[in-house]
């Protein structure tokens, strides 16, 4: 059983930075692949970032690459997503969520295993 619990949101104006945290508990989290979805009011829950268990390959969708960052710390037990550049858009609740297949090419919430409750991110025009 593997927990995770987001943290970081709030409110941000358009152009600005947050940083998501996740952090996991349970057993064998550091062999999975980890993964971050977002869900905006009336909209189904999209893939955003995956990560694999070492953190050295990445996966985005098209709507944030090149803004956001995702990144692990196995010691520290946290997933990380680095937002820039945000966007009225990117308004939603972030969810984190973890994997048991390990593939960062993961990109259905039916693929992953494990996911924490949310955390709100605001972006003000």
């Known amino acids: 059983q593997v927990q995770l619990v987001e943290s970081g949101g709030g409110l941000v104006q358009a152009g600005g930075s947050l940083r998501l945290s996740c952090e996991a508990s349970g057993r064998a989290w550091s062999t999975y692949a980890m993964g971050w979805f977002r869900q905006a009011p009336g909209k189904e829950r999209e893939f955003v970032a995956s990560i694999a268990w070492s953190g050295y390959s990445t996966s985005y969708a098209g709507s944030v690459k090149g803004r956001f960052t995702m990144s692990r710390d196995n010691a520290k037990n946290t997933v990380y997503l680095q937002m820039n550049s945000l966007k009225p858009e990117d308004t939603a609740v972030y969810y984190c969520?973890?994997?048991?297949?390990?593939?960062?090419?993961?990109?259905?919430?039916?693929?992953?295993?494990?996911w924490g409750p949310g955390t709100q991110v605001t972006v003000s025009s």
């Open positions: 969520a973890a994997n048991r297949g390990g593939s960062i090419f993961a990109t259905r919430t039916s693929e992953y295993d494990y």
